[in-house]
Every structure is written in structure tokens, then in C-alpha cells.
């Protein structure tokens, strides 16, 4: 007996929903702390940040869906654990202060107790998604209009390039002095040599620079100031990390084509998705004032917005008497409530890190996820 079935439109589009998503495969908890890592990297946080795993359930651990959060809160916590998240990647850290008790007392620490009776890790990067190059920054400068942008404060190297913190360059005029010090020089770790011939007043001489750390820097010059009669000319140099490219703290950002300060809020609160923003005018300065330059940071600016020449500062929250400065300036003042200026990156989030994971799980965003606070 033949038996037909009818395929309706929202049939096709479950039977395709679910082989999409069987078709998505689990990923090793440390395998995918490992590429997000490579996506951003945690050596770009400030130094009093809390990043990366905050919560790790007994390994192994396997993720099959990864949750995306700006605030976890206990609300945000229950959805998560209703859609069979694996991993919470909450951009702040809810974890941030030392916890003294686990205990069922405050709502972080039963965060803390939900997520591993449920077998669920948290993850936090904050800080190091505000300086990547494809971070919280760079995505609220998308909302200013066509502009070129760089960071306010740029993010150094992790490492030295030379593989050493100081540089000691000194002239050695005889070939047997020369070879007393490269003797000596190459007993000390943490070091490396370059010499090069020079000619100073008809006179050829070997100039040596050595890269070396701290440590090694003591020793060295602990050798010269014994052996003063085979050098000349000595200099001491504190090298620096190179900059990174596109990376660090905030954005200044200068529109290829100046507009007024009514459609710079009208534009801000397109792309933030807000019906109000806060205004705080500049001295001297209208609705209609031209704003070519902006400076801009996620969250709470006042630090790295300080001292910054601007026509606008953009920014979640500042103090009442950070505002009042700023606007003695003549400098305009738009706050927008802290997360509001961070928590539409996480629409962005979701599809560069399902392309940088090659869809391999599951990535969603939170529904019941919001700022705090609201203008009524």
C-alpha cells in the first residue's frame, strides 16, 4: 500500500533546520579556548582585567553550543541553561572580585554553583574585545558615518622583537680587547651580540650592541665598569614593544565629511538601536555644530577618554564631574548607559566566530540580555 506524505513550507524548513544542525559537530572545551584565543587574543586585557575561563566543569568537556551574553545574570543564566548551552561567553566578567564562599548567599555565587551543577563553563574576554582590531570599538565606530579611526591608546606586543628589554652599544678599538669581551659577554644568559665595523676620527673600531633582559643588563655592566680600559662611547637604551596595528583602547575617529551634532545623535541611536541617549552640550556649542572628530570608547570612557582632543565624546557612562570638565571644553558629551554601547557587537560576534570556528557548533545570542537601566 502506497502512502503519500505532504511536505508543507514549514516542514522543508525543520527538515532543514535539522539537518543543519546534526550536521554541526562538538568541539573539545580546551580545542576552542584555543581559538578564541587566536580570534582575540586575552594578552590584549588590561592588567587588572578577569579574562578567560572563569568556570571549567571536570574535563573533559565538550561544546556543542556556544551562548553569547554581554551581562550574565540570573535571568540570562536560566535561558542559557534552557537552550543546552555548553559554554556561556559573557563579555563581562561575572566573575571579578575574589569569591571568599560558594555559597547559595548572592547571585554570582550561585552563578558560580549553576553553571557547574549543569556542567556549563564561562568564559569572559571584556577588555580584550575592546581592543581588537574586529572588536567593541572598532563596531561602535561603524555608527558614526565613513570615517578613519585608530586607537586612542595602542596595544603593545606581548613580546620584544629583539628578544631582550635593553640595548648596551659600546666601541672596543683593539682586536684583543674585542675578544676579551665577546668572551666574557657570551658567559652571561639572556643575551645576544651583533658587532658591526665603524670609523670614528680616522680610527676603525668594532661597535658591539647587545640585546639583553634585565638580569642579563646588571651583569653586563657589572663587566665594563671592571674592564673600563677596553670600551668608549657606551649607551644604554630601553627598548620598547612594537605597537600592534588597528589595536588598543577606544577609537578617535575623524568623518571624511564633518556633520552637525543633531545627525551624529540621530545616527548614534540608529545603530545602538535607542530611543534617547544622554547630551551633554559643550561650552559655546549647538545642535547644529559641526562634529569632524570623535572620540569614542565602550563602556565607561572618562579613563581612556582623558585629555583627548575631539569635537564629541561617545561613551556609555561618565562621572557627573567628568562631564562637567569635558563640556567646559567646548566638547560635546553623548552617554548612552554602559552596555547599550557594547551589547550590539555580540550580532557581529556571533558570525565572525561562526566563520573563525567553521561552523562547527552552535552559536546563539541571549534574548533576556539588557541594559539595567531604562528611561521611562
Known sequence: MLSRVLLTPTTIRLVHSLICSSSRSFMDLKVLLSSLNDFASLSLAESWDNVGLLVEPSPPHTVNTL????????????????????LILSYHPPIFRPLTHITWKTWKERLVIQALENRVGIYSPHTAYDAAPQGVNSWLAKGLGVCTSRPIHPSKAANYPT?????????????QHLDKVISAVKEIANISITSFSTRTDDEEQTRISLNCSQEALLQVMAFLSQNRQFYQKTEILLLEKPPLPQTGMGRLCTLDE???????????????????????????????????VVALCAGSGSTVLQGVEADLYLTGEMSHHDVLDVASQGINVILCEHSNTERGFLSDLRDMLGAHLENKINIILSERDRDPLHVI
Do not use: W, Y
Open 67 to 86: 551562548f553569547l551574553t554581554n551581562d550574565l545574570t540570573e535571568e540570562v543564566m536560566e535561558e542559557a541553561l534552557q537552550k543546552k548551552s555548553d
Open 163 to 175: 628578544g631582550g628589554t635593553h640595548r648596551v652599544e659600546f666601541s672596543v678599538n683593539s682586536t
Open 258 to 292: 564633518p556633520a552637525s551634532l543633531a545627525t551624529m545623535i540621530e545616527r548614534i541611536k540608529r545603530h545602538l538601536k535607542l530611543a534617547h541617549v544622554r547630551l551633554a552640550l559643550g561650552v559655546g556649542r549647538t545642535l547644529e555644530s559641526p562634529v569632524r
